[in-house]
């Protein structure tokens, strides 16, 4: 059974940085994309960043901008994303997911398996 668990969410200030993870179980990581999304009250599901676990690419969201950072530690089966220079619209149930490939990546409809989300919150 494929399983995501993501964690690593919180209250922070703006400027600040979190850590989100995200435990994958039940597929072989090594042949996968880990896709990460974040939804705002109100408003659509919105592509993050992608990374594919077999060649290590990543791509990332224009609004993203260098502030965070995409990584995968395959023998953990856990890709994690740093956030850094958090802004107060970047508050956000952040959630990751399961795809076969980055290609398209940001479509949050291609992906098959969800992990339940974490709050991110950023103060002003």
């Known amino acids: 059974e494929v399983q995501l668990q993501a964690s690593g969410g919180g209250l922070v200030q703006v400027g600040g940085s979190l850590r989100l993870s995200c435990a994958a179980s039940?597929?072989?990581?090594?042949?996968?994309?880990i896709g990460w999304f974040r939804q705002a009250p109100g408003k659509e599901r919105e592509g993050v960043s992608c990374i594919s676990s077999s060649d290590g690419s990543t791509f990332y969201g224009d609004f993203v901008r260098g502030r965070f950072t995409i990584s995968s530690d395959n023998a953990k089966n856990t890709v994690y994303l740093q956030m850094n220079s958090l802004k107060p619209e970047d508050t956000a149930v952040y959630y990751c997911?399961?795809?076969?490939?980055?290609?398209?990546?940001?479509?949050?409809?291609?992906?098959?398996?969800w992990g339940q989300g974490t709050q991110v919150t950023v103060s002003s």
């Open positions: 039940g597929f072989t990581f090594d042949d996968y994309a």
């Open positions: 997911a399961v795809d076969s490939l980055c290609v398209g990546w940001s479509n949050h409809r291609d992906y098959d398996y």
